[in-house]
């Protein structure tokens, strides 16, 4: 008895802890821009590209520091005793001192500039490494956003399509009825009932895929953003439409043109490209290395003799003060290649070909971003007039539908045409849900086209 009060008792307890736990490890209900969040957040390619963000802008860093110059500020505190130590200058007769401090605090700057301004060439090409790395994190984003939107509005269209399954269903039910009556008052004949029923079940079946579809649809949009199957969410009741921009086609070009990642990075690559074609002659040019520094120094242990007024030492004081000290210093290492087997001639075309490819690039980039903002608006455009005629179907096969089966009540229509009628509006109130996503998704590919969107500001309109 003991024992199954026991296992009562951890029963309970497991009932309501593992609810708990569910609800820890499952996010909140999420709108279409947390969905997106979530997804950028849990992407392992976004996480890759962030990375490699991070990696270059580390070598710009870097490169930095190699190609312009530094200033350090330092601090040193030098001790040193000894016994009986010659040190390196007893050959000279110079006696080393048994105890020895100094305390330097200095500020200093060094620069090398390297033949032809190579480390310029070398951080012009680290800027065009993070323009593309940011160019591959700012595509991955765009693509996360994308199928993320698609995958909402997959619910969002199914769900609606439900409602008008459910409606199809109430249409069909109501239709059965009619038969019915009429076949007990002897106006109609039992096929009349038969079609009905046929047509009823149909639209049970079909209600029901739906159904399961919502449901289908639902867990792979939670598994394309890498969160549990049991996420929720939080659906529009109503499929938006947002508007079009008001701005005309070539300034869409135009901001476009200036925003775009892809053309920023070959952009880079141009110049990356023209630089290092200019550096071609650096062999020709000297490396000049410079140094500055100013600071303090001051030694406690350092002595100065004292000489008589015929110059013998007849005793030694401590040296006082702190006197301030400044030093500069400039290299110069001149190199001129006598033989190099070729090497600078194929060197200078190659820099000559990796220029003519990189302006190539740009054009094409530009090209590119141009027709990917014209397609978008034009495809935009085209959705929008296309959602107008939808409604108009929709509304006019729901009507159609209503007065068709006003008339199959009064005799004046017989049921199969009742059934056609209420399949084309069906059809027509299915074509106005895909419409309305289909102009959704092709607003958000504008906004992606244009640049100055990132994967969340691109849906944050969209509830």
Do not use: C
């Given at each position: 008895?003991?024992?199954?009060?026991?296992?009562?008792?951890?029963?309970?307890?497991?009932?309501a802890?593992f609810?708990?736990?569910?609800?820890?490890?499952?996010?909140?209900?999420?709108t279409?821009?947390?969905?997106?969040?979530?997804?950028?957040n849990?992407?392992?390619?976004?996480?890759?590209?962030?990375?490699?963000?991070?990696?270059?802008?580390?070598?710009?860093?870097?490169?930095?520091?190699?190609?312009?110059?530094?200033?350090?500020?330092?601090?040193?505190?030098?001790?040193?005793?000894n016994?009986?130590?010659?040190?390196?200058?007893?050959?000279?007769?110079?006696?080393?001192?048994?105890?020895?401090?100094?305390?330097?605090?200095?500020?200093?700057?060094?620069?090398?500039?390297?033949?032809?301004?190579?480390?310029?060439?070398?951080?012009?090409?680290?800027?065009?490494?993070?323009?593309?790395?940011?160019?591959?994190?700012?595509?991955?984003?765009?693509q996360?956003a994308?199928?993320?939107?698609?995958a909402?509005?997959?619910?969002?269209?199914?769900?609606?399509?439900?409602?008008?399954?459910?409606?199809?269903?109430?249409y069909?039910?109501?239709?059965?009825?009619?038969?019915?009556?009429?076949?007990?008052?002897?106006?109609?004949?039992?096929?009349?009932?038969?079609?009905?029923?046929?047509?009823?079940?149909?639209?049970?079946?079909?209600?029901?895929?739906?159904?399961?579809?919502?449901?289908?649809?639902?867990?792979?949009l939670?598994?394309?953003?890498?969160?549990?199957?049991?996420?929720?969410?939080?659906?529009?009741?109503?499929?938006?439409?947002?508007?079009?921009?008001?701005?005309p086609?070539?300034?869409?070009?135009?901001?476009?043109?200036?925003?775009?990642?892809?053309?920023?990075?070959?952009?880079?690559?141009?110049?990356?490209?023209?630089?290092?074609?200019?550096?071609?002659?650096?062999?020709?040019?000297?490396?000049?290395?410079?140094g500055?520094?100013?600071?303090?120094q001051?030694?406690?242990?350092n002595?100065?003799?004292?000489?008589?007024?015929?110059?013998?030492?007849?005793?030694i004081?401590p040296?006082?003060?702190?006197?301030?000290?400044?030093?500069?210093?400039?290299?110069?290492?001149?190199?001129?290649?006598?033989?190099?087997?070729?090497?600078?001639?194929?060197?200078?075309?190659?820099?000559?070909?990796?220029v003519?490819?990189?302006?190539?690039?740009v054009?094409?980039?530009?090209?590119?971003?141009?027709?990917?903002?014209?397609?978008?608006?034009?495809?935009?455009?085209t959705?929008?007039?296309?959602?107008?005629?939808?409604?108009?179907?929709?509304?006019?096969?729901?009507?159609?539908?209503?007065?068709?089966?006003?008339?199959?009540?009064?005799?004046?229509?017989?049921?199969?045409?009742?059934?056609?009628?209420?399949?084309?509006?069906?059809?027509?109130?299915?074509?106005?849900?895909?419409?309305?996503?289909?102009?959704?998704?092709?607003?958000?590919?504008?906004?992606?086209?244009?640049?100055?969107?990132?994967?969340?500001?691109?849906?944050?309109?969209?509830?």
């Amino acid at each position: 008895m003991h024992r199954t009060r026991l296992s009562a008792a951890a029963a309970f307890i497991a009932a309501a802890a593992f609810p708990a736990l569910a609800s820890a490890q499952t996010p909140p209900p999420m709108t279409l821009g947390d969905a997106v969040a979530y997804a950028l957040n849990h992407s392992s390619t976004v996480a890759q590209k962030v990375a490699a963000v991070a990696q270059a802008y580390n070598a710009l860093g870097k490169q930095r520091i190699a190609s312009l110059p530094t200033v350090n500020g330092s601090l040193q505190s030098y001790l040193a005793k000894n016994s009986n130590y010659g040190g390196a200058y007893a050959i000279i007769g110079a006696q080393q001192q048994q105890q020895f401090s100094q305390n330097t605090a200095q500020i200093g700057t060094q620069y090398t500039l390297q033949t032809g301004g190579l480390g310029l060439i070398q951080l012009t090409t680290a800027r065009a490494q993070v323009a593309q790395a940011q160019q591959d994190l700012a595509n991955a984003e765009d693509q996360v956003a994308t199928t993320v939107t698609d995958a909402f509005y997959s619910v969002v269209q199914k769900q609606a399509i439900v409602v008008v399954d459910s409606s199809d269903l109430a249409y069909q039910n109501v239709l059965v009825s009619d038969a019915k009556a009429k076949e007990r008052a002897g106006v109609a004949a039992g096929v009349d009932v038969l079609k009905a029923r046929v047509a009823q079940a149909k639209s049970n079946s079909t209600l029901v895929g739906a159904q399961t579809d919502v449901v289908n649809a639902r867990e792979t949009l939670a598994q394309s953003i890498g969160a549990p199957l049991e996420t929720r969410f939080i659906f529009p009741a109503q499929i938006q439409s947002p508007p079009l921009p008001s701005q005309p086609l070539a300034k869409l070009e135009s901001i476009a043109l200036a925003a775009r990642p892809d053309l920023k990075s070959a952009g880079e690559a141009l110049a990356a490209a023209r630089e290092t074609r200019k550096g071609f002659s650096r062999e020709l040019f000297p490396s000049v290395q410079l140094g500055a520094a100013f600071g303090n120094q001051f030694s406690p242990t350092n002595v100065q003799y004292i000489f008589n007024s015929s110059g013998q030492p007849i005793g030694i004081a401590p040296r006082v003060g702190s006197p301030g000290f400044w030093s500069l210093s400039a290299v110069s290492t001149f190199t001129l290649p006598l033989m190099d087997y070729g090497a600078r001639h194929f060197e200078m075309k190659n820099d000559d070909a990796q220029v003519v490819a990189a302006q190539a690039t740009v054009d094409q980039t530009a090209g590119q971003v141009r027709l990917d903002v014209r397609e978008s608006f034009r495809s935009a455009q085209t959705a929008l007039v296309q959602l107008g005629y939808a409604n108009d179907e929709s509304r006019l096969g729901t009507e159609s539908a209503r007065i068709a089966q006003l008339q199959y009540q009064h005799g004046l229509i017989a049921l199969s045409d009742v059934l056609q009628t209420q399949q084309q509006s069906v059809v027509a109130q299915s074509d106005l849900v895909n419409a309305k996503v289909a102009y959704v998704d092709a607003i958000v590919k504008l906004r992606v086209s244009l640049g100055i969107y990132d994967a969340r500001s691109a849906v944050a309109d969209l509830r």
